[in-house]
């Protein structure tokens, strides 16, 4: 950690025009249309953003949310529903950013328009930076810079992340069969289209490389069945072994960011749940030492 007081962002790269089938697969996971009538809008630091509102209830904290697709793709209008779900039960505010996707935008604009919104807000050190799958791994990098700057969140909730772009893990070839929403070939596909000839090892893109002062109090979900859970429980385990505070929760069977994708299910109302939890522990300290 270095505690420099700065926000020295990499520099912005050129990126390339994605082909017809990613473009494609984009349309087919950009959530439904109707989706943005049930959400508030808000531009924050120059970057548009859907805006969840607890119903029954003001809102208690504010926590932003990254949506996954592997950096190139996914849209904040397919995590309404879901969002509105951690809002309901936390009492918090979500915000779902709408950050630039690879490979037209490679590393580190997604860093530099989420930085954008996290700077944007007012008492940002009471702020819960979370995010799914790539996401995940996008709001470690927040929290890795914002710890450099000086400035990190309150704390850390981080969904099935994508931790390693050096695509490690033997979790990643032991669950192929098991977690049919993700792959190896995914993770490596992401890699290539979002680092462009970039250091997969950097901690800004592969957290399980960066320092374990970085991170604030952090809640790390993970399926049982699927691909990233040996980064997953690295990443913890990295944490608690460097002092940090930090809870694991593992779903037992389930797959990747099964919250989002299996709403029904058990596993995932307990996920909601611990989520809320976390977020409301805070609430008395918020104000204070999130170290």
Known sequence: MTGAGAWNLPPLREGYAADDALIERRARAAGPADAAERAGAAVIGSVRCLVIEPRGCDARGEMIYLHGGGYRLGSPLAYVDYAQRIADEAGWRIILPFYPLAPEHPFPAALHAVVAVYRGLENRQSVVVAGDSAGGGLAAALCVMAARAGERPAAA?????????????????????????????????????????????????????????????????????????????????????????????????MGHVWPLLAPGTKEARDAIAAIAGFVKALEPARSGDST
């Open 157 to 253: 909730v981080l969904v099935s992340p994508m931790l390693d772009l050096t695509a490690r893990g033997e979790s990643l070839d032991r669950n192929a069969a098991r977690d049919p929403m993700f792959s190896k070939a995914a993770v490596l596909d992401s890699a290539q289209l979002y680092l462009q000839g970039h250091d997969p090892r950097d901690p800004l893109v592969s957290a399980l490389e960066a320092d374990p002062a970085d991170f604030p109090p952090t809640l790390v979900l993970t399926g049982g069945a699927e691909v990233l859970l040996d980064e997953a429980v690295a990443f913890a385990t990295r944490l608690a072994l460097g002092d940090r505070r930090v809870t694991l929760h593992v779903a037992p069977e």
